[in-house]
């Protein structure tokens, strides 16, 4: 079935960083892939998708590109903000159904001043 | 976006009792949610789909009787946690699907003593 792993957090930066945080997929097919993000006390916001190999999809300076050779979707920002700390989780849909999505463990962005 | 809501966002019981949660889309109808339940530091797992007029379709090793689910209404939909025991103690995270993107609920925290 389809899967996500995602590189274990806590991910510690200073203020105007780059931010990497990997996500590799297994999945029939070439579904669409997602970034999904949870400010401190909020629900899940989508941050961005892909939904084909190749596609680079972005967002708020984020950005991630679908790449089937290596089934990443590797998520990136040139320069963090405090305001980007938050728990980010890749996602995808699971077989079947659109609406049903299968989500990494998330990965929790802490960046400081 | 979109805007869904979650109550309560925490909840403290007794073992042996029941909780009810609910799950609401305020500025749209869904005839369709998803309920999740998220560990620490682990993924978030879809438990169950609830319908609107109609049973809930519930996912490989979640238990039905133990998580009860109603979708009374094209705006809400309940998760009760019957005879709750400590192993339930989770985040419990709702969503619901509007122009093909998930909106998902603050999440409500579960401690059963």
């Known amino acids: 079935g389809n899967s996500v792993t995602q590189m274990e957090g806590p991910v510690t930066l200073s203020e105007e960083a780059f931010l990497t945080i990997n996500c590799t997929y297994t999945?029939?097919?070439?579904?669409?892939l997602f970034w999904y993000v949870q400010y401190p006390g909020e629900g899940l916001q989508l941050l961005l998708k892909?939904?084909?190999?190749?596609d680079k999809g972005s967002n708020k300076g984020f950005e991630a590109t679908y790449r089937k050779e290596t089934t990443s979707f590797h998520l990136e920002k040139g320069s963090v903000q405090v305001s980007d700390s938050a728990v980010y989780f890749c996602?995808?849909?699971?077989?079947?159904?659109?609406?049903?999505?299968?989500f990494g463990a998330g990965t929790r962005l802490a960046v400081h001043p | 976006g979109a805007v869904v809501s979650q109550h309560p966002s925490r909840v403290i019981c007794k073992s042996g009792t029941s909780v009810k949660i609910e799950c609401r889309s305020l500025?749209?109808?869904?005839?369709?949610m998803f309920w999740y339940r998220q560990f620490p530091k682990k993924s978030l797992m879809l438990m169950a789909t609830?319908?609107?007029?109609?049973?809930?379709?519930?996912e490989q090793g979640v238990e039905k009787d133990k998580f009860l689910i109603n979708h009374a209404s094209l705006t809400l939909s309940t998760l009760t946690v019957t005879s709750a025991h400590p192993e339930d103690s989770s985040f419990y995270i709702c969503?619901?699907?509007?122009?093909?993107?998930?909106?998902f609920g603050p999440g409500t925290r579960l401690t059963v003593l």
């Open positions: 500025d749209f109808q869904a005839t369709t």
């Open positions: 892909a939904t084909k190999a190749d």
């Open positions: 999945a029939t097919g070439y579904p669409s």
């Open positions: 996602a995808l849909p699971a077989p079947g159904g659109y609406n049903k999505l299968i």
């Open positions: 969503s619901a699907p509007d122009h093909n993107e998930q909106f």
């Open positions: 609830s319908n609107e007029g109609s049973k809930a379709t519930y």
